[in-house]
């Protein structure tokens, strides 16, 4: 329910901001962030990830309120995309990649034949948080809020989905290709 609550946020986030962004001062926007943070809570103890994302988070939080000023909210995308860039990346310095932990969770049994492949699809997932968070940090830097908040809370969904029902046709190509 917690994760559920997580996600919902991060979604409604960027449309949070952009509509709150001529009613409410940036210090009390903050409170959706902090939110945000505070919903990552439970998943600190087991996950680097989620205690950097957090502390990331929590220093947005604190720049907002310290200087009243809308960015620091904007970059949240940045960061998320940052975290998960980082832990996709790490996982393929000390294996089993990211794609790899996730398909075992539903096939344990995993072929051996898969393994690249999942390096690749881990790959592939890198390079697109990095393009993703260079363009949210290049609409919270140069473009208006609502260029901003279309594309962190509409357009990047969108590709993220778009990777991953393209990634999906591919993995069924690939293992009717390889008997897996």
């Known amino acids: ?5 997580t996600v919902l946020i991060t979604l409604v986030y ?12 940036p210090r009390y926007l903050a ?16 996950s680097a990830m989620a205690r950097w994302a957090v502390a990331g988070a929590l220093l947005l939080v604190a720049c907002a309120i310290g200087s009243n ?7 949240y995308p940045v960061l998320v995309n940052g ?12 294996p089993p990649s990211m794609v790899e932990r996730l398909a075992r969770l539903r096939e344990p049994g995993l072929p051996a034949a ?46 993220m989905g778009l990777l991953f029902g393209a990634e999906m046709l591919y993995r069924r ?3 009717r290709l390889n008997h897996v």
Request: charged share 10%; net charge positive; hydrophobic share 60%.
């Open 31 to 46: 409170c959706v962030l902090l939110l945000a943070a505070a919903t990552r809570l439970p998943a600190l103890p087991v």
């Open 114 to 159: 898969a393994i690249p492949y999942t390096r690749r699809v881990t790959k592939v997932w890198c390079g697109f948080f990095a393009v993703n968070g260079c363009i949210a940090l290049g609409t919270a830097l140069w473009a208006s809020d609502a260029i901003w908040s279309l594309y962190t809370g509409v357009i990047a969904y969108a590709l």
């Open 173 to 175: 190509r690939f293992k």
């Open 14 to 25: 960027p449309l949070a901001i952009w509509l709150g962004h001529d009613r409410l001062e």
């Open 1 to 5: 329910m917690l994760s559920a609550l």
């Open 69 to 75: 000023q809308l960015l620091p909210l904007k970059l």
């Open 83 to 94: 975290a998960l860039l980082a832990g996709f990346a790490y996982s393929l310095l000390v």
